[in-house]
């Protein structure tokens, strides 16, 4: 198969039900699939036929480019007012003494860090801590700005806006223009988890619900900022429940286009409420992806964030679909390594990112938050 022809008719005919060589076909003509041809990949696609769609799509859009972004991240608390099932990382305010609360002074401390460093965005996201509120965090944007203002800001999940805006008692709308004023251009993807309520109602059943997650991100949208979007899969959801949570947020890319990537997020199951569940293959992860890939085809950009994934499946992951591996991040993130991930304490430099991306014949490119290219790295 050339890099960029799917040869549908020799290669696949002998072995395929009709109904999934109308998905390869489909695929092969740049057509969107259904929630019911999605549903039939999870149930019946085989690894290395998902494989070779996704991987036909990645290269038709990116041409082996594999993007990365030079970023730190700021963790301002783990205390959280929420209990989701599956967060190995949160510790609730009684709890506190436990866990970790930033000042001010220490997060502007840590931006200083980088004084002088190439790095082009700031990802702040953390617990939804009851006296951190609105007000705070718009000083602490505003004070990275006119510190730093080249740094892209991007933070805070739906679920921590959901709360800060409720306790401000502003709408939506309000409460992201102030934030938006105050300096922040893009929210991550967290929060997200499944959104189909019987899956909530289990493993988080306190925090914002799908369809307020959803609304927080068409505000952000319609004010001009961009946002990820996640989904933690592996746990206790369907194959149903993922293309549900996938149609979902394709309809919402339909209607704004505001979203730069999605970002499908490994269950971990160490030492939190829901380490009774045996997390998933690498055989389902890759799978994931690639079908990801063939579904989300409104979203140029399919992420694996190797801190949680391991360097080497997020390096095999860019035979599935998988076009960008987020950042070179230093160990400022506790999310995954308190979790379980191998990543225990999750840095890689420029050199070796791209030394990754490159031994699997791809092309290391470093992106800035929006995907505007920076520059490619040629093998020395
Ligand atoms: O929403 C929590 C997940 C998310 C576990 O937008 C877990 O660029 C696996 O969203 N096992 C927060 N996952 C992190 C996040 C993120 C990460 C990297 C990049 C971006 C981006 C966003 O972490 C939570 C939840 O889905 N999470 N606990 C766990 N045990
Ligand atoms: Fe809090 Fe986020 Fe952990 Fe849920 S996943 S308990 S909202 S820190």
């Not at 939804?128 to 006119?146: D, G, Q, R, T, Y």
């Not at 080249?150 to 739906?158: E, I, N, R």
């Not at 987020?326 to 390594?337: A, E, L, P, Q």
Request: aromatic fraction near 10%.
């Amino acid at each position: 198969m050339a890099a960029h022809t799917l040869e549908t008719s020799a290669v696949f005919t002998k072995t395929l039900s009709k109904d999934l060589l109308a998905i390869a076909e489909k695929v092969k003509n740049g057509e969107r699939i259904t929630p019911e041809e999605g549903l039939l990949l999870f149930e019946k696609g085989e690894l290395s036929f998902v494989a070779s769609l996704a991987d036909f799509i990645s290269r038709r859009l990116h041409d082996g480019k594999v993007y990365f972004n030079r970023n730190f991240h700021i963790e301002p608390t783990n205390v959280c007012v929420f209990t989701c099932n599956f967060c190995s990382y949160s510790r609730l305010y009684k709890h506190r003494d436990d866990g970790w609360e930033l000042s001010m002074e220490q997060m502007l401390d840590m931006v200083k860090k980088y004084d002088g460093q190439p790095v082009t965005e700031v990802h702040i996201v953390g617990g939804v801590h009851p006296k951190m509120n609105l007000e705070f965090f718009c000083e602490l944007l505003s004070k990275i700005k006119a510190h730093r203002p080249d740094l892209h800001l991007k933070g805070f999940t739906a679920v921590e806006l959901d709360y800060m805006f409720r306790k401000a008692k502003l709408t939506t709308e309000e409460g992201m223009t102030k934030m938006r004023d105050a300096g922040l251009q893009s929210l991550p993807g967290g929060g997200a988890e499944i959104f189909h309520p019987d899956v909530r109602a289990e493993i988080c059943p306190d925090k914002v619900d799908g369809d307020g997650w959803l609304d927080i991100h068409r505000t952000a949208h319609k004010l001009g900022m961009h946002s990820n979007a996640t989904m933690l899969y592996g746990h206790i959801e369907t194959y149903a429940h993922r293309i549900d949570h996938m149609t979902r947020l394709r309809d919402l890319q339909d209607e704004t286009g505001g979203f730069n990537c999605f970002i499908p997020l490994k269950f971990r199951n160490k030492d939190n409420d829901m380490s009774y569940v045996k997390e998933v293959s690498i055989v389902e992860d890759m799978r994931l992806y690639a079908i990801a890939r063939i579904f989300m085809d409104n979203f140029r950009n399919l992420k694996a964030y190797w801190p949680m994934l391991g360097r080497e499946a997020a390096q095999l992951s860019l035979s599935y679909g998988v076009n960008d591996l987020d950042g070179t991040i230093d160990d400022t993130t506790k999310i995954y390594s308190m979790a379980g991930s191998e990543e225990q304490n999750p840095s890689l430099s420029t050199e070796q990112l791209c030394d990754i991306i490159l031994s699997v014949g791809r092309r290391p490119v470093e992106r800035d938050t929006l995907y505007n290219e920076i520059k490619e790295y040629k093998a020395e």
